[in-house]
């Protein structure tokens, strides 16, 4: 049994695979082919934070493999009054075929794979973010090509999703630059796991320069919002502009997994202008997600 909890959970190869069948699946979904892999499977969807790209691709997603996806927020099952997590990953996993969790705690997500019985796919911890790179790299394959050999650059805090695109560069074999205020660099550990495949830098421009791919997320992340102010401050030179965008290459792309606040991490003049992928990485969402659950439940 497989589980999703890091990019670096599955090989190199079965991540391509991944990608090049939610390629697939998306093409096969437009022309109103149905597909019915998972009839009478079921998702469980544990939530302790917000979502809308995740909840509703990955419940779309069930349904458009003819399966069925349980929203499980913590303000309704007994894990959020205080239900063990061992407990509640035994009980779930002997009902459903699969659980995608969305949790702070990383550590939690390892629990439920260790005492669960099925695949545990994480949507979400404050160590990374998985499902959204492997939309993001379908995203990239699909107007662009391979990423291999390309420069990325991530622009902005060292958080999850910096932490996973670090995990890509290795999987995917790119150039990650990472461009952070001092202080808000990504987690040692990371750091070294992933010391071949990354730079560091403490100036945007520079870590633009020559980019294929230019990449941001928010300044304070999910419960972080106490921060906000502090944060808007030591961040106020990482804002993603046309200007920065101009350091990268002229046909470079742009990509932030959403939800964006537009005049800080980004200017409107980019997420909303034409080197903008961000519909798309959205909407592959879905399909990747797909492309995971079946590969998981193979
Ligand atoms: N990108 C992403 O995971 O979005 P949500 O927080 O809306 O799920
Ligand atoms: N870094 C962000 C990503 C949201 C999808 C957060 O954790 O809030």
Redesign the pocket.
Known sequence: MKHFINLDDLSNQDLTSIVDNAITLKKQYKEGIVNQQLKNKTLAMIFD?????????FEAGMTQLGGHALFLSDRDIQLGRGEPTKDTAIVISSMVDVIMM?VSSHDDMKTFANKGSVPIIN??SDES?P??LL?DMMTYKEHKGSIQGKTVAWIGDGNNMCHTYMQAAKAFDFKLNIATPIGYEPEQIFIDNYAEHISLFNQASEACNQADLVVTDVWAS?GQEAEQKKREIAFKEFQVDQNLMKNAKTDASFMH???AHRGEEVASEVIDGKQSLVWDE?EN?LHAQKALLLYLLD
């Open positions: 934070k917000s979502s809308t790209r995740t909840r509703v691709s969305r949507a979400l973010h499902c959204q939309a999910m997994c959403l939800p959205a969402r």
